[in-house]
């Protein structure tokens, strides 16, 4: 199982790198980006991910525009032995630099939807606090998580448009992560899980002259289970600072949130989110939605094409829909981006993503059934 990694003093077990700690099989180790225009005319979003313990290497592809339709590529295949080899079918993900500079192409096939772009990144990497949900004695998700923003450069087709993306006006998020998280197949045996609920909500924001990022996990109640909050100097791509961590990047003490829902759905309408530092001023931000995407475009949820899953040695797939004609309560469309018009009670304005899914009762919004929409 050696890989190309093995050659560097990084190991923290006695096991070659491609050999997880845990002997979960819902490992896994994944890239995902999204890239947005500052006017939200656009959204794409696209992942990659090797679950090692299920032997599959899977990506997606997709994006959304104000015209209407979502277009979505999907790919999965065995993982090679090679961890740095990240090419699914027609779909590939290059670091050209690590932390730095990544490119991802996606070439002719029979979806229509191909795209050249390369990510720079504006900011250095921040830490996000580890991710630990429990089910009864059970992990059943354990996952460190970090963030970059930066910008994309480059060009997507889709089956009825060409979008030149020009890095003064696109923006997106890196999110790396890596732990055990639900993944492909249910696992069977056993006595049966108890149904699981939980609140979700992240949101990485552009300003002027810095990003800010806030994560939520709630229980039912709307205890909290995660929730942090931090803001990192934005730069020009070649002034990021040469260390990977940028020690002018600051926590909050914590952060809180505010969710408004379109009337019968888990949809949010508006949010406010209070960052709260160690010392100063409570720093309100107030987002207002506008482009949404789906999040099944990426496989999360994805009846047929759900991360982790085994598909056969290569299996590409695709699909169309319009994600404002999609049952907003059914379980494969709860989990959604929306691009968002961000301001905050300095005066301030940005742009950036929320992102948000509420499975099972949910006190603070009134949901009282495992999928009931909000009323009124």
């Known amino acids: 199982m050696l890989s190309k990694f093995d050659d560097y003093p990084i190991h923290q077990t006695p096991m070659p790198i491609a050999v997880p700690e845990t002997s979960d099989r819902n490992a896994y180790d994944r890239t995902w980006f999204n890239g947005y225009a500052n006017d939200g005319s656009y959204y794409f979003g696209l992942g990659i991910a090797v679950y090692p ?139 049966p899980a108890m149904p699981q609920g939980f609140f979700f909500l992240w949101a990485p924001l552009f300003w002027e002259d810095h990003a800010t990022n806030a994560i939520f996990f709630d229980d039912s109640k709307g205890g909290a289970l995660c929730r942090e909050g931090f ?30 829902y379109h009337a019968g759905t888990r949809l949010a309408s508006a949010c406010e989110i209070d960052m709260i530092p160690v010392e100063g001023d409570i720093r309100t ?53 929306q691009i968002v018009k961000a301001t905050d009670n300095q005066g301030r304005s940005g742009i950036g993503v929320l992102e948000q899914i509420v499975i099972g009762p949910y006190a603070p919004a009134g949901f009282t059934q495992f999928l009931d929409g909000a009323k009124g």
């Not at 600051?250 to 408004?260: D, E, G, L, N, S």
């Open 231 to 260: 803001q990192t100097p934005l730069y020009d791509s070649a002034s990021v600072p040469a260390s990977v961590v940028d020690p002018k990047s600051q926590y909050m003490a914590t952060a809180r949130h505010r969710v408004k």
């Open 53 to 191: 313990l299920r032997n599959i290497l899977d990506c997606a592809f997709s994006v959304v525009t104000q015209d209407g339709k979502q277009y979505c590529f999907y790919g999965s295949c065995r993982a090679p032995a090679e961890r740095t080899d990240q090419t699914v079918g027609p779909f590939k993900l290059d670091i050209v630099e690590p932390m730095r500079v990544t490119r991802v192409t996606l070439k002719d096939n029979e979806s229509g939807l191909t795209c050249d772009l390369t990510f720079r990144t504006r900011t250095g990497a921040v830490q996000e606090a580890r991710q630990t949900l429990w089910n009864g004695t059970r992990r059943f998700m354990d996952s460190t998580r970090w963030d970059q923003f930066g910008t994309w450069e480059g060009v997507v087709k889709t089956p009825e448009r060409e979008i030149k993306v020009d890095p003064k006006v696109c923006r997106g998020t890196k999110d790396r992560s890596w732990g055990v998280r639900p993944v492909g197949e249910p696992e069977t045996g056993g006595a």
């Open 285 to 337: 931000i107030s987002l207002e939605p506008t482009l949404k995407f789906q999040m099944k475009g990426l496989g999360y949820g994805h009846p047929e094409w759900r991360q982790g899953n085994w598909k056969g040695e290569l299996a590409i797939g695709h699909e169309s829909f319009d994600p404002r004609q999609v049952d907003p309560l059914a379980p494969e469309n709860l989990h959604v981006q």
